[in-house]
């Protein structure tokens, strides 16, 4: 295995700089999701802690859904490996994988402003009815403040955000009625989760996810293509420029 960019943790809770530097080490993508941790005993000499000390942090990082460990295997960095604990956490995940992203962005565009497009001739009053109901689930997880400019959302509505966002959009595929539109759509947008869940934390643009919908939703139930098209690319614009404005 590579050496790893690790530092000997030489202060008091020696376990929790161990959680920080293997934390650090995925937010930069040094370790990947899906990618085996160096075994206990390299990490105690590399970290100069203890095996106990490394126990305890990989018990931490388990508990956080960071990594798995599996019996006899290992420890793993999990598929989806973040719970950001605070906004510079999620800036800076978001700041180190800005040159996938954006990039990523502009393909979701080209092929989801021609979904769009076709969802606005193709889809029905069920399609309308799953959209509206969709965005109200947003608007109800949103709602917990009184000042309408500043989102207060925990973790677990972070993650339902999220997840909202990915089946709006994989619902908009599917109403196009392009087959390979859709399959190509829906893994792309499911691969772009993490990311929607940290540009919530880091930008609070729930708000303005919300209204994005809203204006989609709109183009399509009045079968308006121009408008649809319009509308989303008005949306992933935004928040290319969101990830685009993000400092290191």
């Keep these: 295995?590579?050496?790893?960019?690790?530092?000997?943790?030489?202060?008091?809770?020696?376990?929790?700089?161990?959680?920080?530097?293997?934390?650090?080490?995925?937010?930069?993508?040094?370790?990947?999701?899906?990618?085996?941790?160096?075994?206990?005993?390299?990490?105690?000499?590399?970290?100069?802690?203890?095996?106990?000390?490394?126990?305890?942090?990989?018990?931490?990082?388990?508990?956080?859904?960071?990594?798995?460990?599996?019996?006899?295997?290992?420890?793993?960095?999990?598929?989806?490996?973040?719970?950001?604990?605070?906004?510079?956490?999620?800036?800076i995940w978001l700041s180190k994988r800005r040159d996938l992203l954006l990039p990523i962005l502009q393909v979701r565009e080209a092929l989801e402003v021609l979904a769009v497009r076709m969802a606005a001739t193709h889809a029905g009053p069920d399609v309308h009815a799953e959209l509206t109901r969709l965005v109200d689930a947003q608007e109800r997880l949103s709602d917990q403040s009184a000042d309408p400019t500043v989102d207060i959302l925990n973790e677990d509505d972070i993650q339902r955000l999220a997840e909202l966002d990915v089946q709006f959009h994989q619902v908009i595929a599917a109403a196009s009625g392009n087959p390979v539109a859709n399959e190509l759509i829906a893994t792309i947008v499911a691969s772009f989760s993490q990311s929607n869940k940290a540009i919530i934390y880091a930008g609070k643009g729930a708000r303005r996810t919300i209204a994005d919908h809203r204006a989609i939703v709109a183009a399509i139930c009045a079968a308006d293509e121009s408008l649809?098209?319009?509308?989303?690319?008005?949306?992933?614009?935004?928040v290319a420029r969101e990830l685009d404005e993000l400092q290191d």
């Design 1 to 91: 295995m590579s050496t790893l960019r690790l530092q000997p943790a030489r202060h008091v809770r020696l376990f929790e700089q161990a959680v920080d530097q293997i934390k650090e080490l995925i937010m930069e993508g040094e370790l990947q999701p899906g990618d085996k941790l160096p075994s206990e005993t390299h990490l105690s000499r590399e970290l100069d802690v203890s095996r106990s000390s490394i126990r305890e942090a990989l018990r931490a990082l388990e508990s956080q859904g960071i990594i798995e460990v599996r019996s006899g295997a290992g420890a793993y960095v999990t598929l989806q490996p973040f719970s950001f604990n605070s906004v510079r956490e999620a800036v």
């Design 228 to 238: 649809a098209e319009k509308a989303m690319r008005d949306h992933l614009g935004r």
